[in-house]
């Protein structure tokens, strides 16, 4: 099981931590998103044989956030 903190630019919603925890929690393999807005930041917990971190970081970027 990884475990892996992003740093997520372009959140300043609610709107923002929904779309994120949902579509990457919807993701095969992952078992915990949870956002810190206040934070800029993305902790994710994941079975990288199900996931890869590419994978994660397409799906958060595909909903118009910078992953950096």
Sequence with gaps: MGNLTLN???M???HCV?????SVGDLAGVSRVKVKLDDAQVE????????SLDTIKETIEDQGYEVG
Excluded: D
């Design 8 to 10: 997520i630019q372009g």
């Design 12 to 14: 300043s919603c609610g």
């Design 18 to 22: 929904s779309a994120i925890e949902t």
């Design 44 to 51: 994710v917990s994941f079975n990288e044989s199900q996931v």
